[in-house]
T-cell receptor
Framework: NAGVMQNPRHLVRRRGQEARLRCSPM?????VYWYRQLPEEGLKFMVY????????ESGMPKERFSAEFPKEGPSILRIQQVVRGDSAAYFC???????????????FGNGTRLTVT | GQNIDQPTEMTATEGAIVQINCTYQ??????LFWYQQHAGEAPTFLSY????GLEEKGRFSSFLSRSKGYSYLLLKELQMKDSASYLC???????????????FGAGTQVVVTP
């Protein structure tokens, strides 16, 4: 049973370009979460999605960032017109249900390390 | 919002015991999780507490007191491979349609020395 798959593992973009980060959840998981992690810091919640629905995007910057989880295919985190401050590790996690519900816990992918030059 | 506090760093010797404390403030508490994260890798699940008391799982144990907003992770018989960041995370029912996300503390870096 494959785990959470994220690609690419490393992504380099110049300022002003677009970054697309992909996440395929574990088989049977319909809940996807995106987190951002800066060096020496904890994981910051960005967005929580279920298939075709955004459940909670309270941690997502209002501009340039968007996320989707279509009926078919992986979840995509899209960052338009990247700036140096967007450089971070972006982790995707999935769960079979909302975390805390029937002990449902998050399973993390290995992350995408975005570097903006 | 939520406040989740844990020490930044702890150092201990191989074979020793280390206790990592975590305090939190939240409404609608729905469970507390501990994760381990090695540098450059994905966080991996260690433990989950939703009721008061101690949960033991091999060399790792986790304790929760909901009334005090307090948890600790206990690592026994430390091994060099236990050097990692340990993340405390709280699940809370923020709204009826927005429950289930985890908010993480900044992590405690544990350094195990020979």
């Amino acid at each position: 049973n494959a785990g959470v798959m994220q690609n690419p593992r490393h992504l380099v973009r110049r300022r002003g370009q677009e970054a697309r980060l992909r996440c395929s959840p574990m088989k049977g998981h319909s809940h996807v979460y995106w987190y951002r992690q800066l060096p020496e810091e904890g994981l910051k919640f960005m967005v929580y999605l279920q298939k075709e629905n955004i459940i909670d995007e309270s941690g997502m910057p209002k501009e340039r960032f968007s996320a989707e989880f279509p009926k078919e295919g992986p979840s995509i985190l899209r960052i338009q017109q990247v700036v140096r401050g967007d450089s971070a590790a972006y982790f995707c996690a999935s769960s079979p249900g909302p975390t805390g519900y029937y002990n449902s816990t998050l399973h993390f992918g290995n992350g995408t390390r975005l570097t903006v030059t | 919002g939520q406040n989740i506090d844990q020490p930044t760093e702890m150092t201990a010797t191989e074979g020793a015991i280390v206790q990592i404390n975590c305090t939190y403030q939240t409404s609608g508490f729905n469970g507390l999780f501990w994760y381990q994260q090695h540098a450059g890798e994905a966080p991996t699940f260690l433990s989950y507490n939703v009721l008061d008391g101690l949960e033991e799982k091999g060399r790792f144990s986790s304790f929760l007191s909901r009334s005090k907003g307090y948890s600790y992770l206990l690592l026994k018989e430390l091994q060099m491979k236990d050097s990692a960041s340990y993340l405390c995370a709280v699940s809370s029912l923020m709204t009826t349609d927005s429950w289930g996300k985890l908010q993480f503390g900044a992590g405690t870096q544990v350094v195990v020395t020979p």
